[in-house]
């Protein structure tokens, strides 16, 4: 089992910045690809950015350039730095692991990211 507590979230106005974390604990050896998604009320659950084992990084075409995740290893935290914030990333965004062992997929309880105009 995985644990995932994020934190970082709040209310920044239109085009300033904040930084995610996610810190997790439990089977942290077992974890193999971790990532930020978000649920913007009324809407589905969409991919934010993604970071693999292999430290390869994806993201969403709506977030390039903006966005940055990174893993500090160490701390056994990820992050999403994100900067140029618009109104629409107004989300619940959460963290997310899958495992190297099966088909297992962990969930943090979400953080409010409020972006005013």
């Known amino acids: 089992q995985v644990q995932l507590v994020e934190s970082g979230g709040g209310l920044v106005q239109n085009g300033g910045s904040l930084r995610l974390s996610c810190s997790a604990s439990?089977?942290?050896?077992?974890?193999?690809?971790m990532g930020w998604y978000r649920q913007a009320p009324g809407k589905q659950r969409e991919l934010v950015a993604l970071?693999?084992?292999?430290?390869?990084?994806s993201y969403a075409d709506f977030v390039k350039g903006r966005f940055t995740i990174s893993r500090d290893n160490a701390k056994n935290t990820l992050y999403l730095q994100m900067n140029s914030l618009k109104p629409e990333d107004t989300a619940v965004y959460f963290c997310?692991?899958?495992?190297?062992?099966?088909?297992?997929?962990?969930w943090g309880q979400g953080t409010q990211v409020t972006v005013s105009s």
């Open positions: 439990g089977s942290i050896f077992s974890i193999n690809s």
């Open positions: 997310y692991a899958d495992d190297r062992y099966g088909p297992y997929y962990y």
């Open positions: 970071l693999s084992r292999e430290v390869t990084t």
